[in-house]
């Protein structure tokens, strides 16, 4: 007979997290007479009582759904500001944050990476240059849902902010602040909601798939301090919204600092900003703002991918082109391959460092590519050439550089390397591979790949991108 499973699915447990596990995972343990199991719970700290729901359940381990935090731990510490799902770790000393993520992160190395010697090869935790207010980019949902925290249940209400922990169908106000955007914008966010809902045409309403305003998304340049407005609607009660007006609105909130308002039409029934569907529209003003990193400049339009922490991003990339130059015979006067390039960002930092040195970006997104040879004609960056194909491909189809290879930047999404591709990046017989990743868990998997080739790591930065968050990127140099 099987033995009983501790838990059942969709039961609700509370539970103190006694410690951390990668990716942000809090873990308990529950004692009974069957035995010790162990309970992950993600977005929890260490001394936290929690309320859990159970997703998944095995004979020795449940993973869970945070609810609530019923007690705090006796790190944290009081913030003037508003909590929200999206920085769980926001009252968790940044130090202690560093700790977790370092250790939790080595941890993952020794285990999928089968790098037993991690500790001897790490180079350094790169901190974020600002650990409040980093980001410049955000997205605010409006619902017809809202949530009465006295009361802890659902009401009708409309609501712009954030989606309530551990829900899908309920928001939450945004009443100020939350400490990761522009303190200005979430300040008046109440008076853009009050604006909105003063219209009398509905917030969308998730459960029934219906209602007018969807997401406010908003851009910031910490180059010029101006902000790019899209408001993300259904089209069905356009007529009755005056588009322009609201552009007006903006503007006496925000003055000189709204660089333009686009709208965005999204009938899909899925509760995403991107539309698969619809279209983007300017309404008024710029459809792009400008940033500027490590002295290059950088057009981002409403679509563009482009780091969210700008800041801490200089510092990872300045991290990157320091392990690519750490032997500069490998890049003088040889082809560099920039794979993942995205809008070629690292491509033209190491084209700016390098006088001699021919770099290759490749991405399978096209509009990323146009980005970069924009971006490239900007900065006066030669030297430089990018294709919009898929890296296995790009590889049979431009043999012309094989055997040229010394140097190859990966920068994969969050899945990593499709381990075919990883072969024939490996067949190029590059000297030396810098690893960029904004998923270590990937990353190591691929790292264990690359070592049965011969690749071994003799570097291993960590570079803290979004603090109060279990986000963290890697940067592995590793040489044949």
């Known amino acids: ?60 381990f449940a993973e869970c759904k945070l609810l609530d935090v019923l007690e705090p731990s006796e790190d944290e510490l009081e913030l003037p500001y508003q909590e929200i799902p999206g920085a769980p ?32 090869l790490f180079d350094e935790f790169i901190t974020s240059p600002s650990t409040f207010h980093y980001r410049n980019k955000m997205e605010y949902a409006f619902s017809a849902i809202g949530y009465d925290h006295e009361a802890k249940t659902d009401i009708d209400e409309f609501t712009l902010g954030f989606k309530k922990r551990g829900t899908w169908w309920c928001g939450d106000d945004l009443k100020k602040d939350s400490g990761l955007f522009d303190k200005e914008v979430e300040d008046k966010l109440s008076q853009i909601k009050q604006y909105c ?65 686009l709208h965005t039409i999204n009938d899909d029934v899925a509760d995403r900003t991107i539309a698969t569907t619809g279209e983007l529209s300017l309404v ?28 801490s991003a200089e510092k990872l990339y300045s991290k990157v082109i320091e392990y690519a130059f750490e032997k500069k015979e490998t890049i003088d006067n040889n082809i560099v391959l920039d794979l993942f390039c995205g809008t070629g960002t690292i491509g033209q930092i190491l084209a700016s460092k390098s006088e001699n040195a021919q770099i290759v ?88 790949q690359l070592s049965n080739a011969g690749y071994n790591i003799t570097k291993f930065s960590l570079v803290d991108q979004f603090p109060h968050t279990a986000h963290i990127e890697s940067v592995v140099l590793l040489e044949r």
């Open 361 to 448: 970006g490749v991405d399978i997104i096209e509009s990323a590519i146009e980005n970069a040879k924009e971006n490239a004609i900007r900065n006066n960056i030669e030297g430089v050439k990018f294709y919009a194909a898929d890296v296995g491909k790009f590889l049979k189809e431009h043999p012309q550089y094989q055997g040229k290879i010394q140097t190859i930047i990966l920068d994969p999404a969050r899945a990593g390397i499709a381990p075919k591709t990883l072969k024939k990046i490996i067949d190029l017989g590059a000297e030396r591979m810098v690893y960029v990743s904004c998923n270590p868990a990937t990353q190591a998997r691929d790292i264990e």
């Open 284 to 311: 008024s003003g710029d459809d792009k703002i400008v940033e500027d990193l490590l002295g290059l400049n950088f057009e981002i339009s409403m679509k563009s991918f482009f780091q969210t922490n700008p800041k």
């Open 197 to 261: 809902e003063g219209s009398g045409l509905d917030p969308w309403h998730g459960p029934k798939k219906t209602g007018f305003f969807r997401f406010l998304v908003v851009r910031k340049s910490f180059k010029t301090d101006k902000l790019l407005f899209n408001l993300v609607t259904t089209s069905g009660d356009l007529p009755k919204f005056d588009l322009g007006a609201f552009s007006e609105f903006l503007s006496t909130l925000f003055n000189e600092r709204v660089a333009g308002l």
């Open 1 to 60: 007979m099987p033995k009983p499973r501790f838990v059942k699915r969709g039961e609700i447990i509370e539970i103190r997290i006694q410690d951390y596990a990668f990716g942000g995972k809090g873990i308990g343990k529950i004692k009974n007479d069957q035995g010790e199991f162990v309970v992950f719970v993600p977005n929890t700290l260490p001394g936290q009582l929690v309320k859990a729901q159970v997703k998944k359940a095995s004979q020795s």
């Open 89 to 120: 770790y926001i009252k968790l000393p940044i130090q202690k944050q560093h700790f977790y993520k370092k250790k939790s992160t080595l941890e993952l190395f020794k285990r999928i990476g089968k790098v037993e010697n991690i500790e001897g």
